[in-house]
Nanobody
Framework: VQLQASGGGLVQAGGSLRLSCAAS????????MGWFRQAPGKEREFVGA????????RYADSVKGRFAISRDDAKKMVYLQMNNLKPEDTAVYSC?????????????????WGQGTLVTVSS
């Protein structure tokens, strides 16, 4: 599986963006998918993840109630809907995959990564 994130951009605080992660290759439905972000000068952090079935989702406390992750296996896509964005959400967002039923929240558990997309939230 190869991944490519898109959908980033500049948005005002309180606004919304939807990020997309396009996958290519076989057996996309076998993969747990995660979103991570890295702000300038900071370490990469977990944002959200979704199980291979789409039934289980997990979120960082900082985005709970504002962000929602979903997947469309027929299109081999994963989405991150981001609402009520805050300046502290500014970061490069990357999607990641792991062939596992476990919904991991740590970056080192994921072995496939896509290029990130920049989200900038202005105050």
């Amino acid at each position: 599986v190869q991944l490519q994130a898109s959908g980033g951009g500049l948005v005002q605080a309180g606004g919304s963006l939807r990020l997309s992660c396009a996958a290519s290759g076989r057996a996309f439905s076998h993969y747990t998918m995660g979103w991570f972000r890295q702000a300038p000068g900071k370490e990469r952090e977990f944002v959200g993840a979704i199980s291979r079935t789409g039934v289980i989702t997990r979120y960082a406390d900082s985005v709970k109630g504002r962000f929602a992750i979903s997947r469309d296996d027929a299109k081999k896509m994963v989405y991150l809907q981001m609402n009520n964005l805050k300046p502290e959400d500014t970061a490069v967002y990357s999607c990641a995959a792991r062939d596992s039923p476990v919904v991991y929240i740590t970056a080192n558990e994921y072995d496939i990564w896509g290029q990130g997309t920049l989200v900038t939230v202005s105050s």
